[in-house]
């Protein structure tokens, strides 16, 4: 898809700064700016560089100062608010317009100039190459000169001093043991080290630092005379090894498009969608195999994450290789019936805080083998799997066992292992100790998954009767029929009846417990409290712990993070579940396709083509958290296949049980 953005979008800086875009580069590495080509957070940057890759990213540069001349008057290209009173650059004043379809590009008209800027990443190499196209139609000479300024720092850090020191020598930057290589076919000059501090506006909304240092040693000018059109480059590389920017243009726009055209999906959302998926997905060098980073720009590789992104990423656009890749790292990877929730780097061991991604693991392992047919991958990895049951029924880590009625249990203390997990200060907002219900589901769900796996290969190790078991302690125990909804967890608390997004989950997958009258109530309750065109609520609005607003400080952050606040990833759950329950019919098909129109603005908004992580709970307009998040976009990309398998064919994605 290509995302335009004209004057009447960029009439201000604010408005100019609300989207931004995202390159990235298989890495980890990436590249990030807004429309305004300015940086209004601290973890953005022309070149973030992934040295290991994925997770160690450096911001080599953070932003570009772009100066014009021309007879006697200048002024910007670039904008940039400032934290000490300096003037700020206002270059979104003569901006034209922002597109992005696969790379950004800026038009500006300077008095009869035109400048246009477009940005791109190398692949699998730490590089980003910044090209220049300048008509010159004013009558005089017209000069730019670019300046980088620099971090050298971890992508998070917001420099609070000038304690660094750079120096620039035949193309190379230097800081310490950092260093980066800068090529054009422009003339580059060193420039005696200066200081500039930057306005972070965007994370001061978040309480972290407002503001940070950025330092330039050099400059890059090119002049244009009058009647001529120029085109120049600028690369910036963390290895010596010369590249062209505009074959790096090229490659990037192919490679996208390539992607698009083989996912197998029709509709242009879901294409787009196929496209930003690539984003996530990136190499690992500590296991040498892919992995799913979790969202841009503040998280990893979280195993999760990975779990609930696979199916949509890597599956439903037919990146089989890619999804078998990652599922061999954290099978190989599985300890005491658990696999890792997080790959630390360096030498520090895999954490393994996490009670749903090894279920969810056996759930992407069925789901790959049944797109596939490659058996002989579930014959290979079907002892971890059995491993993973046993350690469930016996117990493990995080308080994670089965208790007598065949439910598992997990957490305690301040062990939080579902996905509301968060623990700030001593105090756990959202508690699910017990027996958390989407958990339950998942447990019933990997149950027929590996008895469907033993009876197919041959094993016959028969896990029917233990699912019949939880089957029916799951719906005594959480079904309400005086309520028509699932409890959120079997605590003993007043938490239990909360009414959350949780419970979608109990519906939606291949293998579920519910009568189908008790899967549409569930399905209707989570639509009349829940709902929202940009996702799912955590929490009712009736309830009196909801917080509907997402912003501050990190205390009233996390107070409001399962609290109320929108997430976008389980609106997956909840439209393949209203598939379901309404036959998985060319009509359900229809009106669910109606509803994916609120996407188009979202795609929008936050990070052109990509979707965000949270949203207010009670007004879920402005994208907040990650502005790329790849449960969010995974999920979507499921509910696209299996809409088109419907109108298509007549079957659905997946297999359909009870």
């Not at 698009?260 to 998926?277: H, I």
């Not at 229809?590 to 609120?598: C, E, K, P």
């Not at 052109?608 to 990650?626: M, R, T, V």
Request: glycine share 8%; hydrophobic share 35%.
């Amino acid at each position: 898809m290509r995302f335009l953005y004209g004057k009447q979008d960029l009439r201000t800086l604010e408005r100019a700064q609300e989207v931004s875009f995202l390159l990235t580069n298989g890495l980890g590495g990436y590249a990030s700016a807004t429309a305004a080509f300015s940086m209004p957070r601290c973890d953005q940057g022309i070149l973030v560089a992934a040295d290991p890759a994925p997770n160690r990213r450096i911001t080599l540069v953070h932003r570009l100062s772009e100066k014009w001349k021309l007879e006697n008057r200048e002024g910007f290209l670039s904008t940039q608010r400032f934290a000490d009173g300096a003037a700020e650059e206002d270059g979104y004043r003569t901006l034209c317009s922002f597109t992005y379809e696969y790379t950004p590009c800026w038009r500006y008209h300077v008095q009869g100039v035109m400048v246009e800027r477009r940005l791109c990443t190398a692949w699998e190499r730490n590089a980003s190459a910044v090209l220049y196209t300048v008509e010159n139609r004013s009558g005089a000479d017209f000069t730019l000169e670019i300046v980088p300024w620099l971090k050298f720092a971890p992508k998070e850090d917001a420099l609070s001093g000038q304690d660094k020191r750079f120096v620039f020598r035949d193309g190379c930057i230097r800081s310490g043991e950092q260093r980066m290589y800068v090529t054009t076919d422009a003339r580059i000059e060193k420039r005696p080290v200066s200081w500039q501090r930057l306005s972070y506006s965007e994370d001061g909304k978040d309480g972290r630092p407002d503001s940070g240092y950025a330092a330039a040693c050099c400059a890059v000018t090119r002049r244009v005379k009058p009647g001529q059109t120029l085109r120049f480059e600028i690369v910036f590389s963390a290895d010596p090894s010369p590249t062209s920017g505009w074959d790096m243009l090229a490659q990037q726009n192919r490679r996208l498009e390539n992607l698009e055209r083989d996912c197998g999906l029709s509709d242009p959302v879901a294409k787009q969608l196929a496209a930003a998926a690539d984003a996530f997905i990136a190499r690992r060098d500590s296991t040498n195999g892919k992995t799913i980073l979790a969202g841009y720009p503040l998280f990893s590789d979280w195993g999760r994450d990975t779990m609930i992104a696979l199916p949509g990423c890597c599956l439903a656009t037919r990146r089989y290789a890619d999804a078998k890749s990652i599922l061999q790292t954290f099978l190989a990877y599985e300890k005491d019936g658990l696999v890792p929730n997080l790959f630390p780097e360096g030498e520090n061991a895999p954490m393994y805080n996490t009670v749903d991604a090894a279920l969810l693991l056996i759930d992407c392992v069925w789901q790959y083998v049944q797109r596939t047919g490659d058996w002989a991958f579930a014959e290979e990895v079907y002892p971890v799997m059995e491993r993973i049951l046993a350690a469930y029924q016996k117990g493990t880590h995080h308080g994670i066992h089965m208790d007598t009625d065949g439910l598992i249990a997990a957490g305690g203390g301040l062990d939080q292992v579902t996905w509301m997990d968060v623990c700030v200060n001593g105090i756990l907002p959202t508690p699910r100790h017990g027996k958390p219900v989407e958990v339950n589901a998942y447990w019933y769900n990997a149950l027929r998954i590996v008895d469907a796996f033993s009876k197919t290969l041959g094993f016959r190790r028969g896990y029917g009767a233990l699912a019949r078991k939880v089957k029916r302690a799951f719906i005594e125990q959480f079904y309400m029929p005086e309520k028509g909804y699932l409890k959120d967890v079997l605590s003993g608390t007043a938490a239990d009846e909360q009414i959350r997004c949780n419970q979608i989950w109990a519906v939606s997958l291949p293998f579920t417990m519910l009568s189908p009258k008790q899967e549409r109530s569930v399905v209707d309750t989570v639509y009349r409290y829940l709902y929202t065109p940009c996702g799912l609520r955590t929490l009712s609005p009736e309830d009196a712990q909801y917080h509907g607003f997402y912003g501050g400080p990190q205390m009233k952050r996390d107070m409001a993070y399962h609290q109320g606040t929108v997430w976008v990833f389980p609106m997956g759950a909840f439209y393949l579940a209203y598939l379901k329950t309404h036959g998985d019919s060319p009509e359900a098909a229809a009106y669910v396709r109606s509803q994916l129109d609120a996407l188009v603005p979202m795609l929008r908004e936050g990070c052109a083509g990509q979707l965000p992580e949270i949203y207010d709970g009670d007004f879920p307009a402005e994208s907040k958290g990650c502005f790329a998040q790849a449960w969010s976009v995974g999920e979507m990309l499921r509910v696209f296949a299996a809409i088109e398998r419907i109108e298509h064919t007549g079957e659905t994605d997946g297999e359909r049980n009870s």
